[in-house]
């Protein structure tokens, strides 16, 4: 195997390891013990069948579906950094329908609850893509400053229409038996997780087996050369890959409503549309390899509740890992390219 | 509308402008030289950190130092990841800013407690600029500010004589346009846009000082609340000129200042609305400033 084959495999393992190393040294500077932070990580994200069951799982779930769809847009070459926006979108949505489904029968109103998340999510990425098609608007800077319009609107919604009928909590009424994702019993384990592993299949049959999933790599790689030589319409392809990617973080932000929380509150997300980013990049794209990403990613967020409930080491810290782990990827990845641009020089 | 209200209304879009118009002018300086740093709201973040910690500990002054070398180091790692590693700049912004939440958060709690509690910071008091002050409307509005805002107001023709009227700005902005012409040229690209990112970093953590030390006088996780990004469509609606960047900095101090006056009002609009109104606006100009502003013509490619 190549040089360049070797780092491409374990890549992955060696940037997760800068960054738990970043965190335990970063730790034990702040006075913090690095390995009971370590242990509270390992059982609160792996330490028993219920943590990985009620605790790990059910977080990968929105992180491999929003991973999914940002790894669809980057691989278009639309950075969809709204991801955060388009799940509370879906979120709204999901609860809206929910709690007024009571009387349907399950096995039509979770789908519909579902339907109606992924078409708030891809509504909201609507917006960036007409931005930026009409108007020439960034999507970076669009969807990014569409997160906080969304984090007001939710906010509103639980103050407002959709707040609880006691009206006293910022939050809004559970949703209804008949609209939530079935769960393992005894467990927090719900049905998202086959909507997200079916969803990866798919997603790796469309970008290696159909004609748009190879449009979508050439517009991604080069635009000007899919255009002028490929004959493809690249901005179709560029507005329909960001459109996706946000009815994918919408269907999220239905799944965690319908399977997770059964209501909508603020604090909903935990920040998974900025996480979903990592999960997408370490998996190099790739929606297969997506799956393994979501959950260690999953296994992070999880783990680092234990931290903060056992060694009293902010859950937050998780974020640093988070970036340390996105740009040794982005490292690895510029020092490879330059290798390549050196050889192909030589 | 009487003249007092439309007075305090113009005070305090000032005052809310300032820490945008800090950031906007450094991100000018950072996407002039081809540069775009999304980080720039993790180095407002950070700076508004360590401005409050600086301010807690020995003074005022000593916060704003405090929160400009935040900014600094904050600008340091990102500009050797893009400019010297010629990685992403979108995504390591972003990666940037995603870390300082992280470690801003962490400190925040390890210092103040695990819940944070409502932490009361002295502020830069208001300093009327004799006679100018005394104008009737607009001199209490723009003169009875704080340091930190004539310090803004300072930047503006500094920035603009640093990128026009200097060898180095004229390097600079030929990195932007160029990088390999500017190269042929022997302008040494990396270490020219290595400043422009130092500069932009330094003085979107001294935005953050102003925002804690000059306008909310406390401290609290994500405060910066996406006032960088907002930074950043204000350098685009300034079509990267210091000048006009200002003015787009006071328009989006308007915006976010009407917040307090309709809620002076009463009106029963849920104030959320409020809170979306400034982002809403900045996508609105973005997309009506469409075809009449020229980005430098290397932003955001990083440079192999």
């Known amino acids: 195997m190549s040089r360049a084959g070797i780092i491409r495999l374990w890549l992955p393992a060696l940037a997760v390891g800068a960054g738990i190393l970043t965190l335990m040294l970063g730790l034990a500077a702040g006075g913090y013990d690095p390995l009971l932070a370590l242990a509270a990580l390992w059982r609160g994200a792996l330490g028993s069948p219920d943590a990985i069951l009620s605790a790990l799982l059910p977080r990968a779930i929105p992180l491999i579906i929003i991973g999914l769809g940002i790894g669809l847009a980057f691989r278009a070459g639309a950075l969809n950094i709204g991801a955060e926006g388009q799940f509370y979108a879906g979120a709204i949505a999901a609860t809206w329908v929910g709690v007024s489904l009571s009387a349907w029968p399950r096995l039509v109103a979770v789908p519909v609850v579902l339907a109606a998340s992924l078409a708030a999510g891809l509504l909201w990425a609507s917006v960036p893509v007409l931005l930026r098609l009409r108007f020439g608007v960034l999507e970076v800077i669009s969807t990014l400053l569409l997160n906080f319009v969304a984090e007001a609107l939710v906010s509103w919604m639980v103050q407002g229409p959709l707040q609880e009928s006691k009206h006293i909590y910022p939050q809004s009424d559970p949703l209804p038996l008949a609209a939530r994702l079935p769960q393992l019993p005894g467990t927090r384990l719900h049905l998202g997780l086959v909507v997200a592993l079916g969803l990866a299949g798919l997603l790796w049959v469309f970008g290696t087996r159909t004609l748009l999933g190879f449009q979508l790599r050439a517009t991604g790689a080069n635009p000007l050369a899919a255009r002028v030589m490929g004959g493809v319409n690249t901005r179709r392809v560029f507005g329909l890959a960001l459109a996706v990617s946000g009815a994918l973080a919408g269907l999220a932000g239905g799944c965690e409503v319908s399977g997770t929380s059964f209501a909508l509150f603020q604090s909903l997300s935990p920040g998974y549309g900025f996480t979903a980013i990592a999960v997408a990049l370490l998996a190099r794209l790739n929606p297969l390899a997506t799956i393994g990403t979501g959950l260690l990613f999953a296994a992070l967020e999880a783990g680092s509740s234990a931290m903060q409930r056992e060694a009293q080491v902010p859950a937050v810290v998780v974020s640093v890992v988070e970036a340390v782990i996105i740009i040794a990827v982005l490292l690895a990845d510029s020092a490879q390219r330059r290798r390549l641009l050196a050889e192909a020089g030589t | ?304």
């Open chain 2, 1 to 304: 509308m009487d003249l007092d209200l439309l007075t305090s209304f113009l005070a305090s879009a000032v005052r809310v402008a300032t820490p945008l118009l800090l950031a906007a002018l450094g991100e000018t300086v950072t996407e002039r030289g081809g540069v775009i740093n999304l980080g720039v709201e993790g180095a407002m973040l950070g700076g508004a950190l360590a401005a409050a910690l600086g301010a807690s500990g020995s003074g005022l002054w000593s916060g704003a130092v405090a929160a400009t070398l935040a900014g600094l180091v904050v600008a340091a790692v990102f500009a050797v990841i893009t400019v010297r590693a010629g990685a992403d700049q979108i995504i390591t912004g972003t990666a940037m800013t995603l870390g300082v939440v992280g470690l801003t958060g962490t400190i925040y709690r390890r210092v103040y407690g695990p819940e944070g509690v409502g932490l009361s910071l002295p502020t830069f008091p208001v300093q009327a600029v004799p006679g100018l002050s005394r104008i009737p409307v607009l001199g209490p509005a723009l003169f009875q500010q704080s340091i930190l805002t004539y310090l803004a107001y300072l930047a503006v023709p500094l920035v603009w004589w640093l990128l026009f009227r200097t060898r180095w700005g004229l390097q600079l902005r030929a990195a932007g346009e160029s990088a390999r012409d500017s190269r042929a040229a022997g302008v040494n690209v990396g270490r020219v846009r290595t400043v422009g990112v130092l500069v932009g970093g330094a003085l979107a953590g001294l935005a953050g000082a102003s925002l804690v030390l000059a306008q909310v006088g406390t401290f609290a996780e994500k405060m910066t609340a996406g006032r960088g990004f907002i930074a950043i469509a204000i350098v685009v609606l300034g079509a990267w000129n210091p000048v006009r960047v200002m003015g787009a900095a006071l328009f989006f101090g308007a915006a976010m200042a009407l917040q307090f006056l309709f809620q002076s009002f009463a009106l029963g609009i849920p104030y959320q609305l409020f809170l979306m109104l400034p982002y809403l606006l900045t996508l609105a100009v973005l997309a009506g400033a469409w075809g009449r502003t020229t980005a430098p013509a290397d932003l955001g490619r990083s440079e192999m």
